[in-house]
């Protein structure tokens, strides 16, 4: 394997990871302050067909991202509500809304545009174009630096790299705010936060909005950036495959940034090598179809017992009187 293709993999792991690195980052802020999101695979599929649909209507990739941001919000709002204000059981709201967002996307599809379920095809101005950054094409001939500058950091779409940002602010939001401070609070001890005179609904509805968002960015690249359009079920399981990188990474930001490349690394290498001639065996397509998945069951079997999630995670708080 030679440099420039070495390149091209790290490239497309690149892109790939972003939508999960994303959705990690929104079920953390979900669950660091104690309510579990399954939902991000349904907030992202509503996020992905809203973005795609306005974009599609106005020609605007940015308005696209507003209604995808705006989708994702909503169905993070009717979580909130059932599993904080109702204190209803946070597992099966978030199954309920895969459920719903599968369903609706669909159904939606097929009665706004008529193609089966998905969008009309993104074109020019209506997708998110590739950012050239400074004197990419000047330092492209530089052995070694030069190829990595133009070819793997240069030439992503601007959601890249606010998704890369997300995770030094993510990490000094929690850790070096008073906001983050009682985020982590609320997640390991929601009675000590309540005796302080500080609101556990209020908190932990922030960071359902919080995570809201980041869904809405995640499904918006995946329709606008990644690909150009929507598409039925095209979320693909990542919405579970954040999940399992969330829990590799034991809730860390920095750590989710590693997991959630390790898993675009693998699909990249997937899409690159179809079948994987390894000289004495050929692994075949189907296998390395699957290995994103397949790591995503061996991380979860491995590290749900070694990662201890936040203590009051999956509980509503019922205040004392």
Not at 28 to 55: C, H, N, P, Q, W
Not at 232 to 253: D, H, N, Q
């Amino acid at each position: 394997m030679d440099f420039p293709t070495i390149i091209q993999i790290l490239d497309s792991a690149v892109r790939l990871m972003t939508p999960l690195l994303l959705a990690c980052l929104a079920g953390l802020y979900s669950e660091r302050s104690g309510v579990f999101d399954i939902g991000l695979e349904g907030k992202m599929l509503m996020a992905a067909f809203t973005s795609a649909s306005i974009a599609f209507v106005t020609g605007s990739p940015w308005l696209g991202l507003l209604a995808g941001i705006g989708g994702a919000m909503l169905l993070s709002l009717i979580h909130g509500l059932a599993s904080i204000t109702f204190r209803g059981n946070q597992l099966i709201s978030g199954v309920a809304i895969n459920f719903l967002a599968s369903g609706m996307t669909v159904l939606l599809g097929i009665k706004i545009f008529g193609l089966g379920g998905r969008t009309p095809a993104l074109t020019g101005g209506g997708r998110f174009g590739e950012i050239t950054l400074p004197f990419a094409e000047t330092l492209r001939d530089v052995p070694l630096l030069g190829p990595i500058y133009a070819d793997l950091i240069s030439g992503h779409t601007i959601l890249v790299y606010v998704a890369f940002l997300c995770v030094p602010l993510t990490w000094w939001v929690l850790f070096r705010t008073r906001f983050g401070l009682r985020l982590r609070a609320v997640g390991e001890n929601p009675a000590s936060v309540d005796t302080a005179g500080v609101s556990v609904t209020r908190l932990r509805f922030v960071a359902v909005i919080i995570a809201g968002v980041l869904c809405g960015l995640a499904g918006a690249y995946l329709a606008t950036g990644l690909s150009a359009g929507f598409v039925k079920e095209m979320t693909a399981g990542r919405g579970f495959i954040a999940l399992a990188a969330l829990i590799f990474a034991k809730w860390r930001p920095v750590s989710a940034l590693g997991a959630t490349f390790l898993f675009g690394l693998l699909e990249a290498i997937a899409n690159r090598y179809p079948n994987l001639d390894l000289g004495v065996i050929t692994i075949p397509s189907m296998f390395m179809n699957a290995l994103p998945y397949i790591l995503t069951v061996i991380i979860l079997a491995g590290f749900v017992g070694r990662a201890i999630p936040p203590r009051a995670g999956g509980e509503p708080y019922v205040k004392e009187r």
